[in-house]
């Protein structure tokens, strides 16, 4: 980060009374000035390119959540308790991603000339002042809790910092396009490793001109004598929220083969619920679609929580069965008094109506939602319809961008 050795926290107040009496301003032009940023970091420090999705910048979600946190952060400026999961969850990807304190100072130079691009005249050098203040005050707060994630993920067992190279030693069918994916360390570690169940894992390919970061949740077990590393992923066929799928393309393809190095992060992500956090047998019911399942086949793996109920939405049997047997498999070892509804091929009615009469059937838990965004939306409408409260919902985004909007 440019100016790194600068503390800008606290912030001062003169710094703090301009962002509140500009941010009102900001505000209405935050995704115009954050459609511009991206393109002048690219064109002025390619390397970023590397740390994005590519569909996300196409669809726009990625400015849009960027200009989502800015107002937020200008709106609570006084009060940044109030965006400290926001803030959390930004922290989480960026250490997934490897993000370093360098990128910073490339995002404020950029953010800063976007702003100047879009308000023009109306920054005068006490606002931009304020402003180029205030972005490096949020990227050290950013950049201190990321150093303090990567030394804790240093210090599990296990752990690593940044990135650590693994070779793909199996690939198991697990229904139609989908497939589990183990990883083994190259280095030729034997041990377990430490993270939570419902985490995710990172994965980084350099293959010439394919350089990609995804994430993707991991589906096996966190235990002191399991070596593997393994994630589950399904080919998108230029469906839903994911028009590209560059990456389960290149996955399920023929050359990602058993002895391909790839990548890793070590596995990252929290679950934010208000008043469940995943506390130790806490009742909970699934809802899930597609790949989605990925999480709700993690924590019923570990027999962490309660399984009261969960209900598995899929495009076909062919689709959707093989993960609906796993999530069973991994019930019954838990002792889990709960067996997955399936609903193949259905309409979105039958599937709103399914869910709703759900929701009505297990009003003692907190429900987790995942799928395509369409998906968790209707899916939060039916659950709130059939009598559960919007705080006891949480649906995990395996993109960019937010539930509640669109």
Known sequence: MSESSKSYLPMSSKTISVIKATAPVVAPVAHLITEKFYPILFAEHPIALDFFN???????????????????????????????????????????????????????DSL?????EVLGD???????EAWSN????????????EEALYKQTESRKGGWREFREFELVKKTEVSQDTISFDFKAADGYEEGFEYNAGQYLTIRID????????????????????SILQCTTRLCHGRGDNPDGAMSSFMHSEKFEIGTKVHLSAPLGLYSAPGLKFEKNAPV???????????ALALSKEGFVSVKG?????????????????????????????????????????VF???????????ECDFICCGPTGFMRSSMKALMEGGIAEDKIHCEMFGTGSVKKG
């Not at 800063?112 to 100047?116: D, H, Q």
């Not at 010439?208 to 399991?226: I, L």
């Open 54 to 108: 590519k569909t996300n910048q196409k669809k726009g979600t990625q400015s849009a959540a960027l200009g989502d946190a800015v107002i937020a952060f200008a709106s609570h400026i006084d009060n940044l308790g109030v965006i400290s999961g926001l803030v959390q969850g930004i922290q989480q990807r960026h250490v997934a991603l490897g993000i370093t304190p360098a990128l910073y100072g490339a995002v404020h």
């Open 112 to 116: 800063l000339k976007a702003i100047g």
């Open 122 to 128: 109306a920054v005068t050098p006490e606002i931009g």
């Open 134 to 145: 205030a972005v490096f005050a949020l990227a050290e707060i950013c950049w201190t809790g």
């Open 207 to 226: 293959d010439g001109d394919t350089k990609m970061r995804r994430h993707y949740t991991v589906t096996s077990s966190p235990s002191a004598d399991n």
């Open 285 to 295: 019911a699934f809802v899930t679609a597609g790949i989605g399942a990925t999480p």
């Open 310 to 350: 969960a209900l598995h939405v899929d495009r076909s049997t062919e689709y959707g069965q093989g993960l609906v047997d796993k999530m069973n498999a991994n019930l019954e070892a838990n002792g889990a008094d709960a067996k997955v509804q399936s609903l193949f091929g259905k309409s979105r009615g039958d």
């Open 353 to 363: 109506e399914a869910t709703k009469k759900f929701g009505g059937e297990q009003k």
